[in-house]
């Protein structure tokens, strides 16, 4: 049986990670530390709340003291480290949060796990800081590039892929320095349930159903690699239940797509969508689609500053030594994805705040 300490667990990925590992381990002890930004919600994890083997607690990870009081108090031999600043468009106008949290929260993580894992405790326990990290820390990829590996030299190239880089070498050099027992994964883009309406691919179902402009930056001919979230989950599981310690491991979704050719795709969807009879009375506002034409919100706007053409996971590593695969295909994960938007407007009404709003008129002028 494992306790972990997993921040950032209100987030997209976080809260899906608490989720997957409730229901596969359900004798572990998982207790979610987020400071609750505007991208963390507590509906998220709202599910997994009344079990005595869940708990929540609302704090910073730049908080050394509390984190080294949950690590002793709760026996924590799992750190999954997901807290971050997220939004590659919020780093390009406002770096200092993402310099604050993804690189001095992320060292007073190490700390905290240094002092008690290894000082305390005197590394006699088996634990393990699972540090979740990106592929926009390699950079950007030409058409005829070979996918990233994960020897590849990292060249981040937005301040938020560099405060994940600054990160990632962090956690490498606790290990190095000091033997505290790592791992590190970089994955590529995810999508599913509980994604923030910020982010492409929730964004683009969400205005569909109020009728509002689609924006694709530039020529919209920039590519992702995307990865159904339980998948990422799954592959952190196997990293955590390996002795690969010391060892990083690309996750990915062998799923590149044009961002054009993804907003064409949601937009064919959701007009299928609307011609159920429930859907049409649900949402009276997506008036484009209900005449099956969603594809007429599309607005090309200026692009995003610095915006990487083309990122793709070689995950060769990862399935040789771990037996990652993925269990979703686009095909399904996309259909599943839109339909939890379908299911879940209080949901993502509730988190468009007035901060959202603002943040999203102030981006894209509209
Ligand atoms: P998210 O923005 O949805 O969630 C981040 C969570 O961290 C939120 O709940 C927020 O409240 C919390 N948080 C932020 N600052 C905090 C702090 N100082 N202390 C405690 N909690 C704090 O992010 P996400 O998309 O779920 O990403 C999770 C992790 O995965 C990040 O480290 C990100 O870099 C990485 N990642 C994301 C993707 C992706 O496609 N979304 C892909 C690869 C890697
Ligand atoms: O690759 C992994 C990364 O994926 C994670 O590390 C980040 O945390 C996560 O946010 C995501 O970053 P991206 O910048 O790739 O995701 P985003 O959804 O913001 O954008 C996807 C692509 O779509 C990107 O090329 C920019 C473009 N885009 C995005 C938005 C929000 C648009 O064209 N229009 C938009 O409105």
Redesign the pocket.
């Known amino acids: 049986m494992s306790r972990l300490l997993v921040t950032g667990g209100a987030g997209f990925i976080g809260s899906n990670f608490a989720r997957y590992w409730r229901a596969k381990y359900p004798d572990d002890m998982v207790i979610v530390l987020d400071a609750l930004t505007y991208a963390g919600n507590r509906a998220n994890i709202a599910d997994l709340e009344d079990s005595d083997k869940f708990l929540f607690v609302h704090g910073n990870i730049l908080d050394q003291t509390l984190v080294e009081e949950l690590l002793r108090k709760h026996e924590i031999d799992t750190l999954v480290h997901f807290a ?1 600043e ?4 919020r780093s390009i106008l406002g770096p200092d949060a993402f310099i604050e949290t993804n690189i001095v929260g992320t060292h007073s993580l190490l700390k905290a796990a240094r002092r008690v894992w290894l000082e305390e405790w005197e590394g006699k326990r088996t634990v393990r800081f699972h540090h979740v ?4 820390v390699y950079g950007t990829l030409g058409p005829d590039d070979p996918a990233f590996t994960e020897t590849t030299p990292y060249a981040p190239n ?1 301040p ?2 560099a405060s ?1 880089a600054a990160s990632d070498h962090l956690v490498r050099a606790y290990m190095e320095t000091y033997g505290l027992p790592v791992t590190i994964s970089n ?4 999508y599913g349930p509980y994604h923030f309406p ?4 929730p ?2 179902i969400t205005n569909i159903l109020d009728d509002r402009p ?5 020529d ?1 001919l ?4 995307w990865l159904y979230v339980e998948d990422h989950c799954r592959g952190i599981d196997l990293i955590l239940k390996s002795d690969k310690v010391g060892e990083c491991f690309n996750i990915g979704g062998d799923n590149e797509w044009a ?2 050719d ?2 064409r795709l949601i937009c064919g969807l959701m007009n299928q969508a609307m011609q159920d009879e429930g859907n049409r009375k649900a949402f009276p506002k997506a008036e484009s689609a209900l005449k099956g034409k969603a594809e007429n919100l599309i607005t090309f ?1 200026t692009d ?1 500053p610095g ?2 053409r083309r ?1 793709a996971i070689d995950a060769t590593k990862t399935k040789m030594i771990l037996g990652f695969t993925t269990k979703e295909s686009f095909a399904t994960g996309i259909r599943k994805a839109i339909q939890w938007y379908l299911e879940n407007e209080t949901w993502w009404r509730d988190v468009q705040t007035g901060e959202y709003r603002q943040w999203i008129a102030q ?2 002028d509209l």
């Open positions: 971050a997220s939004h590659v468009d990290s990106t592929d926009e937005s938020y892929a994940k994955c590529s883009n995810n910020e982010k492409l691919i964004l683009v689609l924006p694709v930056y530039g919209g920039q590519i992702r690699d961002n054009i993804i907003v706007v995003r915006h990487d990122y981006q894209y």
